[in-house]
């Protein structure tokens, strides 16, 4: 399963930006989809999640600013930002864990996006 990202880009303090990323290949369906960043000279820590049933998980560094969704028909993740400060400056990855079906059994897999740099400065 290979991820797409899009969306990042440099926007100035206050601003917006919408983050996509789409899954495509062979997969009998996902779990989880969500949204990591790493900080420049930080280890990655999660944004945000959103699990089947549409229950989403937020650090609460970006709660109130920042929306996770998903569209399953399209297998795609949104990470709709707002309110946007410098510190959210960093490169964030698309995660998903999603998993095959086979007649051997069910089989879980983790995958990374390549990563989108988000810029927040004036």
């Known amino acids: 399963v290979q991820l797409v990202e899009s969306g990042g880009g440099l926007v100035g303090p206050g601003g917006s930006l919408r983050l996509s990323c789409t899954a495509s290949g062979s997969l009998s369906g996902i779990n989880v989809m969500g949204w990591y960043r790493r900080l420049q000279g930080s280890s990655a820590e999660l944004v945000a999640t959103v699990a089947r049933g549409d229950i989403t998980n937020y650090a609460d560094a970006v709660k109130g600013r920042f929306a996770i969704s998903r569209d399953i028909a399209k297998n795609t993740v949104y990470l709709q930002m707002n309110s946007l400060k410098p510190e959210d400056t960093a490169v964030y990855y698309c995660?998903?864990?999603?998993?095959?079906?086979?007649?051997?059994?069910?089989?879980?897999?983790?995958?990374w996006g390549p990563g989108t740099q988000v810029t927040v400065s004036s």
């Open positions: 995660n998903v864990k999603y998993y095959t079906d086979t007649p051997e059994g069910r089989y879980d897999y983790d995958s």
